[in-house]
């Protein structure tokens, strides 16, 4: 009969992937729920299931007005594109919710005929007895008036959209956000060409980033090999310290996403769910509080000094010469992420082919920039590039990428370097909210993450590489909703 100490490894990893498997379901589920909310057409979804999850109509997501916004920007800077052309590349609306289909026609109205798009809006299908219905119904009948009205105007040789009352056009701004804008006055044209630059400038950004990323990428493997870069990662030679460093991991995942449902749970009771800054504030209390449960390798034994030491919480060679290899860690983190979109690219191609398109990949927080106030982009910006970078990388480049290295062949350093880097990884990506098809994308940055850790030894260049990614991320979906 096996002594139990030597069970405590596989049931870490058995309770760790059943965590993961547990938060990937909770995701899930609230995406199915958001798929049902948006989908009011063909009743897919029993009404009184709908019912149990609505609460008001979400409004349309930033990818769908990025379409839109790219689609007009297009046809301005190349009015030689046939109509029909340019509307191909807008067809995730056609075939989206009823809103992104209301959306859709507006598009089509402004680029074909507003006649037309009153036509299209009209074959909008919304099923009465679905969530939502009547709001729906409601949105439908004003985009229908609002484009019936730009064609009455175009047929009188008119330019303006006097006869388009300022009530309606902000009831179908509130939902479809730069459509409504389309209905107005000046058609948003100068906002979808200042969308376009951003999206230039975006694309310079990560080529750019890419480019210097793979020249640093090779010359780290270029010193590896000829052995002139020496990594300062020591696994943990004790190993029960190595196995009490999953235990503490299990349990900052566990206390992780319990405190965070907890924190959903207290807004909803409080009545603050509608909150932005009370989500953040929430967000970043449960994230800081989950790092408690460090306390516990003191009660198996290991001192918090040696526990600092062994996840790397410590300066190493100082904070500003390991920030500088923070900056390093970034930009040699993208070309790996790159290759991880390229992966996400094929399986979600693969995956529309056997069930059908999937729901873009988005994160909650860049969905709240749409129509945040200064405080809670302020806050957000806290969350997403300061809090979250430093608990994160506690617990899964120093928690759980410590204790692989230190369990798994830690003789063989390529190997278990491989290991830990892939596992950990692994599991970072899956418990975020992008979906599992993502994982190949978060899961590349993540390694990038881990060659940092095992070249530095300290935590310091992979928070700084964290929190520059998450802040560029957020300066760029908050210049593009500019």
Not at 41 to 63: F, K, N
Not at 327 to 337: D, E, H, Q, R
Not at 400 to 426: D, E, K, N, Q, T
Request: charged content about 15%; proline content about 5%.
């Amino acid at each position: 009969m096996p002594h139990p100490s030597r069970l405590r490894l596989p049931l870490i990893w058995f309770a760790v992937l059943l965590v993961a498997a547990v938060a990937v379901s909770l995701q899930r589920k609230r995406t199915d729920e958001s798929a049902a909310l948006a989908s009011d057409e063909g009743g897919l979804v029993e009404p009184r299931a709908l019912d149990e999850v609505a609460v008001q109509l979400e409004p349309i997501s930033i990818q769908s007005e990025l379409v839109g916004k790219l689609t007009i920007a297009v046809q301005a800077f190349a009015p030689d594109f046939s109509p029909s052309d340019l509307l191909s590349n807008a067809a995730p609306l056609k075939a989206g919710s009823a809103v992104d289909q209301l959306a859709y026609s507006v598009l089509v109205g402004s680029i074909e005929s507003w006649e037309q798009g009153a036509i299209a809006a009209h074959a909008v299908v919304i099923d009465p007895e679905g969530a939502h219905a009547a709001a729906l119904l409601t949105l439908r009948d004003d985009v229908v008036a609002a484009l019936e009205i730009r064609a009455a105007s175009v047929a009188d040789g008119a330019t303006d959209t006097a006869s388009v009352s300022d009530e309606t056009l902000e009831r179908i701004e509130a939902k479809l956000g730069y459509y409504g804008r389309l209905l107005g006055p000046d058609a948003a044209a100068g906002e979808a060409a200042s969308t376009l630059v951003v999206m230039i400038a975006v694309g310079g950004w990560y080529i750019t980033v890419f480019l210097i990323g793979s020249v640093v990428l090779l010359a780290i493997a270029i010193m590896a090999i000829s052995g002139k870069l020496r990594p300062r990662f020591e696994p943990v030679s004790d190993t029960h310290a190595g196995i009490v460093l999953g235990e503490v991991f299990l349990l900052w995942i566990v206390a992780f996403l319990g405190l965070s449902v907890c924190a959903e749970l207290a807004l909803a009771t409080v009545g603050g769910s509608d909150s932005v800054a009370m989500h953040l504030g929430m967000s970043m209390i449960a994230m800081l509080a989950s790092l408690f449960t460090l306390v516990f390798a003191s009660v198996r034994g290991v001192s918090p000094r040696q526990l600092r030491t062994m996840i790397g919480l410590h300066r190493g060679e100082g904070l500003i010469k390991e920030a500088l290899f923070g900056i390093g860690c970034y930009l040699s983190a993208v070309p790996i992420l790159a290759l991880g979109l390229l992966v996400f690219v094929a399986l979600n191609f693969v995956s529309e082919q056997l069930i059908g398109e999937s729901p873009a990949p988005s994160h909650p927080a860049v969905e709240m920039l749409g129509s945040a106030s200064a405080i809670e982009i302020m806050l957000l910006f806290m969350l997403a590039s300061v809090v979250a970078p430093f608990v994160e990388e506690i617990a899964f480049r120093g928690l759980l990428y410590g204790h692989l290295r230190a369990v798994v062949a830690p003789r063989m350093r390529f190997i278990s370097l491989l290991v830990a880097a892939i596992g950990s990884s692994f599991i970072f990506a899956v418990i975020h909210p992008q979906g599992v098809l993502f994982v190949p994308a978060l899961g590349g940055l993540a390694v990038g993450f881990c060659i940092f850790r095992e070249l530095r030894g300290s935590l310091v260049a992979p928070m700084v590489a964290h929190a520059v990614n998450n802040a560029v991320t957020l300066a760029i979906g908050l210049t593009l909703l500019g």
